[in-house]
């Protein structure tokens, strides 16, 4: 309302006329033109609707442990992320890797409760607050230029008093409705990652026994930093309600038993290496455009025998939700992201496009 006002000389949406004319003046000089006849015509002012649109904190938690140990070998720094849809497993995590957890979660005005949630999670459980680190993101607000002062999450209740009611405390904390930024959480939880190993892994994964163990030493010997090397760990699907294998011996049943030896690659590489592009639209691609950007980059992929993930429910069609996102995001944000990508690649990496051929969104 301010704007027509100011701008068009309307003193009331009731006439017609001056609305539509104002409308016309908008569509003249573009609508990016008239924001900066609003706003002023500042160097900060975005001009890529990808860039600039998140506000980020690191280390909102920390662990409490670094995981140098006597071996001299750098641990392998589990990197996740999600959102409030996420805690049980984000519970689950240092349960089933004795090592660094790194995780990126993506609140809204809505589920910004998960914050104080995991503060109090990780000042009242020991092996939560050992080896887990929380960052945070999330999206401004339209016309937003600087990001909020976060406040002290707060003591509201003991320890005991939490952990006996956590279960309905997390339940009530809302789900989030949002365009997910999968590349941008990727790449917060490894820049703040404690360790220079990064294994790349979705939050809702199982990973086999013992693997931030088993990982450990080939990594220190291929990830130096130097080497353009990644380690890819394969990922399965396993039968909702039946038991998920966590050994060798028993993924080899599991794949004969149901027919399923399909697997997806999830990356174990050096801090130096390539990241992801932020502005991969959701739902499209995401993954893929990283090893590409790694191939391009001259990397070598070696795929490891003795260690795995699964993911409980075979993924057979996407929710509504799922497709609507998936629609949106070809319908209004493929294309451009695909050109930025394609300019970008080939200009960073020229001499690999025969090597890895071409990429298509």
């Not at 569509?27 to 008239?34: T, V």
């Not at 990644?230 to 038991?243: A, D, I, N, W, Y």
Request: aromatic share 12%; glycine share 4%; with cysteine.
């Amino acid at each position: 309302m301010f704007f027509f006002r100011k701008y068009c000389g309307i003193r009331s949406l009731i006439y017609g006329t001056l609305f539509f004319r104002c409308l016309g003046i908008i569509f003249s000089i573009g609508l990016l033109e008239f924001l900066r006849s609003v706003i002023g015509n500042s160097d900060d002012l975005p001009l890529d609707y990808f860039d600039d649109q998140y506000c980020m904190e690191y280390n909102f938690l920390e662990a409490t442990e670094s995981f140098r140990l006597s071996d001299d070998l750098e641990p392998v720094s589990l990197v996740t992320h999600g959102t409030s849809d996420m805690l049980k497993h984000f519970e689950n995590m240092p349960t089933m890797w004795d090592g660094p957890i790194s995780i990126g979660v993506f609140i809204d005005s809505d589920s910004q409760q998960v914050l104080q949630y995991l503060a109090d999670l990780h000042r009242c459980d020991e092996q939560f607050s050992r080896k887990v680190t929380i960052h945070f993101a999330y999206r401004k607000s339209a016309f937003q230029k600087e990001c909020l002062i976060r406040e002290a999450p707060k003591i509201n209740t003991s320890c005991q008093k939490f952990l006996r009611n956590k279960v309905s405390i997390a339940r009530r904390i809302p789900s989030p409705f949002f365009l997910y930024p999968y590349n941008l959480m990727r790449n917060i939880a490894r820049k703040g990652a404690k360790s220079e190993l990064h294994f790349l892994m979705d939050g809702d994964m199982i990973v086999s026994n013992e693997m931030a163990e088993r990982v450990k030493r080939i990594a220190n010997e291929m990830l130096d930093g130097n080497q353009k090397n990644v380690l890819l760990v394969r990922r399965f699907e396993s039968e909702k309600g039946t038991v998920i294998p966590r050994t060798v011996p028993y993924l080899k049943r599991s794949m004969n038993e149901n027919n399923n030896p399909n697997w997806e690659p999830q990356p174990i590489l050096h801090r130096n290496a390539p990241y992801g592009p932020n502005y991969i639209p959701s739902r499209i691609k995401t993954v893929s455009s990283m090893i590409y950007k790694l191939c391009r980059a001259g990397y070598s992929f070696n795929v490891l025998s003795h260690v795995f993930t699964v993911q409980e429910g075979v993924k057979l069609e996407d929710t509504v939700f799922s497709q609507a996102v998936a629609i949106h995001q070809h319908m209004n944000a493929k294309d451009r992201a695909s050109k930025r990508f394609t300019l970008e690649i080939n200009a960073e990496y020229p001499d690999t496009l025969e090597k890895c051929g071409e990429f298509y969104l």
